[in-house]
């Protein structure tokens, strides 16, 4: 049954990919990069960063989405937690030069003042450079959990624990970005 649902996801897909306005980064090699972006106007509350980057509402933020529906289908079968876990570490880690790159070459690079994500999967993003920041709204916490379910539900992750933790923004100030993974 999940194989067949995640056929249909990736039969889906590009329309999603169309009407939310996603960006894919490629990195001009054979690998895969499995981060999406958009351009952004942050909402939420005001943030300070570790390296003293401040994030206001109405920031311009690079945010990145993983390409869920071609994870779930390179994992497959896969029932290991720590395999799924160091296999989504290992991608992210390999897609942030490809974003580095995208950054600079945007026509808006000296508006963009990070990155941003929401992910339940926020253990360990702190050795990528992110640093992890609750979401105050409880109405757009639970909208974002409720939207992670099908993901949860595919890739056999427990959803009750997904649910005692729940989403977090993730940040990453555009100068950490470019200091860890500018490609020399």
Same mark, same amino acid.
């Given at each position: 049954? /999940?194989?067949? !649902? ?12 169309? +009407? %939310?306005?996603? $960006?894919? #980064? ?5 690998? /895969?990069?499995? !981060? ?12 300070? +960063? %570790?390296?003293? $980057?401040? #994030? ?23 029932? %290991? ?8 570490f ?58 992670f ?20 923004y ?5 100068v ?9």
């Amino acid at each position: 049954m /999940k194989s067949y !649902l995640i056929i249909a996801w990736n039969m889906i897909d590009p329309l999603y990919y169309h +009407l %939310s306005n996603l $960006t894919c #980064i490629h990195n001009g090699k054979a690998e /895969k990069n499995f !981060l999406r972006v958009k351009l952004t106007r942050y909402k939420g509350r005001m943030v300070v +960063l %570790s390296d003293g $980057t401040q #994030i206001n509402k109405n920031d311009t933020l690079v945010k990145i989405h993983l390409h869920n529906a071609v994870l779930l289908k390179e994992l497959g079968q896969t029932k %290991s937690n720590l395999y799924r876990g160091r296999f989504i570490f290992q991608t992210v880690r390999k897609s942030l030069p490809d974003l580095v790159s995208y950054i600079q070459k945007h026509h808006q690079v000296d508006q963009i003042k990070g990155i941003i994500g929401i992910t339940s999967l926020d253990k360990g993003v702190n050795r990528l450079g992110f640093e992890v920041v609750p979401i105050a709204n409880p109405l757009y916490k639970w909208f974002k959990w409720a939207s992670f379910l099908p993901i949860c539900i595919l890739s056999g992750t427990d959803v009750s624990i997904k649910k005692q933790s729940g989403p977090s923004y993730l940040f990453m100030s555009k100068v950490c970005l470019i200091s860890r993974y500018k490609v020399q």
